[in-house]
C-alpha cells in the first residue's frame, strides 16, 4: 500500500506558540491530502482538504486563520496551529489520495499521526 | 449529506468468538473502505470493495459490499486478542470520504 509519514509524531508547546505538522506521500504522489482531528475515544473529524497548488477547503466550524494549511507540492502539505491553546489539544492525522489506484476506489491512505499537547 | 451508521459501536468478546459489524446509509457510495486503527496510531486500510454484492476475504476477517452499494458488513471469525482495535467504515461518493463513528472491539483472552 501507499506510504504516508507525518511529522512529529508528538509535540508539546506552550500556549500562544504555533506548530507545524508535516505530511508527506513518500512513494506516490498526491494531488489531494486531508487533515482530521480526532478525540479521544471518537471517529475522525475532518478539518479541511488540501490541494496542490490552491486554496484549502475548510469544512464549517474549522476556522482557517487558525489551522493554516499548505499544500506547497504533490507530497507534501502542512498544518500550522496558530496561537495554540489547551483547547487544540489532540491528535492530528493526515491523509492523502493515491490516484495510482484502479478507477473507483478513491482510497486514502494515513499518516500515523501527531499529538499535540498544549500547555 | 451521506451519512454511515456504524453499528455497534462497542463490542467485548471472549477470544475465538466470531462477530460482525454493520456500516449502513441510505446513499450509494462508489466504493466503501475498511480501516482498522489502534491506539496513537493512523487508521490502516484493510479492504476496498467497489462492485455491489462483492464479497472480500482477508484471513479470518470478511468484508461485504450491499447488492445496492448503501451498506456494508465486517464478519470475524475466531477473533483474537490482536483484533482489538477500532474499526472504521469509510465511503466514497463525493469527495472526501464520509466515516462512520466506528466500532472499538476488544477481545479478551
Known amino acids: 500500500g501507499a506510504v504516508v509519514s507525518q511529522h512529529p509524531s508528538r509535540v508539546i508547546c506552550k500556549s500562544g506558540t504555533s506548530v507545524k505538522i508535516e505530511c508527506r506521500s513518500l512513494d506516490f504522489q498526491a494531488t489531494t491530502m486531508f487533515w482530521y482531528r480526532q478525540f479521544p475515544k471518537k471517529s475522525l473529524m475532518l478539518m479541511a482538504t488540501?490541494?496542490?497548488?490552491?486554496?484549502?477547503?475548510?469544512e464549517q466550524g474549522v476556522e482557517k486563520d487558525k489551522f493554516l494549511i499548505n499544500h506547497a507540492s504533490l507530497t507534501l502539505s502542512t498544518l500550522t496551529v496558530t496561537s495554540a491553546h489547551p483547547e487544540d489539544s489532540s491528535f492530528y492525522i493526515c491523509?492523502?489520495?493515491?490516484?495510482?489506484?484502479?478507477?473507483?476506489?478513491?482510497?486514502?491512505?494515513f499518516g500515523p499521526g501527531t499529538r499535540l499537547t498544549v500547555l | 449529506t451521506q451519512l454511515l451508521e456504524q453499528s455497534p459501536q462497542f463490542l467485548s468478546i471472549q477470544e475465538g468468538e466470531n462477530l460482525t459489524v454493520y456500516c449502513n446509509s441510505s446513499?450509494?457510495?462508489?466504493?466503501l473502505q475498511w480501516y482498522r486503527q489502534e491506539p496513537g496510531e493512523g487508521p490502516v486500510l484493510l479492504v476496498t470493495?467497489?462492485?455491489?454484492?462483492e464479497v472480500k476475504k482477508l484471513k479470518r476477517l470478511t468484508f461485504q459490499f450491499g447488492d445496492a452499494r448503501k451498506d456494508s458488513s465486517l464478519h470475524i471469525t475466531a477473533a483474537q486478542p490482536g483484533d482489538t482495535g477500532l474499526y472504521l467504515c469509510?465511503?466514497?461518493?463525493?469527495?472526501?470520504?464520509?466515516f462512520g463513528k466506528g466500532t472499538r472491539l476488544s477481545v479478551i483472552a
Open positions: 470493495v467497489v462492485t455491489g454484492g
Open positions: 488540501s490541494n496542490e497548488g490552491s486554496k484549502a477547503t475548510y
Open positions: 491523509s492523502a489520495r493515491d490516484y495510482r489506484k484502479r478507477e473507483g476506489r478513491n482510497e486514502q491512505f
Open positions: 446513499s450509494v457510495f462508489s466504493s
Open positions: 469509510a465511503g466514497s461518493g463525493n469527495t472526501p470520504l464520509v
